[in-house]
């Protein structure tokens, strides 16, 4: 089993940032992908960004060039550092961790969420 916990939500005026922390416990060996989806209300959950155990990063068209994913093995952490948010990232954001597959996590195990409002 594996346990993830994200941090690091909250409230933000557009064209601020954030950073996202996800903690990892458990058999995490087991994973060699980390990601972070999002779920807006009324929109299916989609992926934001992914990490693979070799380093590998991918992002959605929507975030690249503002959102950074970035690991701390260490600390079996994952982040998501997000820049000129806009009120469209607006979203629950969730942990993953899986089995990469072609361009996207077969995903195991999710965390609880974390709540990103951003403001106009």
């Known amino acids: 089993q594996v346990q993830l916990v994200e941090s690091g939500g909250g409230l933000v005026q557009a064209g601020g940032s954030l950073r996202l922390s996800c903690a990892a416990s458990?058999?995490?060996?087991?994973?060699?992908?980390m990601g972070w989806y999002r779920q807006a209300p009324g929109k299916q959950r989609e992926l934001v960004a992914a990490?693979?155990?070799?380093?590998?990063?991918k992002y959605a068209d929507s975030v690249e060039g503002r959102f950074t994913i970035s690991r701390d093995n260490a600390k079996n952490t994952v982040y998501l550092q997000m820049n000129s948010l806009k009120p469209e990232d607006t979203a629950v954001y969730y942990c993953?961790?899986?089995?990469?597959?072609?361009?996207?996590?077969?995903?195991?195990?999710w965390g609880k969420g974390t709540l990103v409002t951003v403001s106009s």
């Open positions: 990490i693979t155990s070799g380093g590998n990063t």
């Open positions: 458990g058999s995490i060996f087991s994973l060699n992908a």
């Open positions: 993953a961790g899986g089995q990469w597959i072609i361009d996207t996590i077969l995903v195991d195990y």
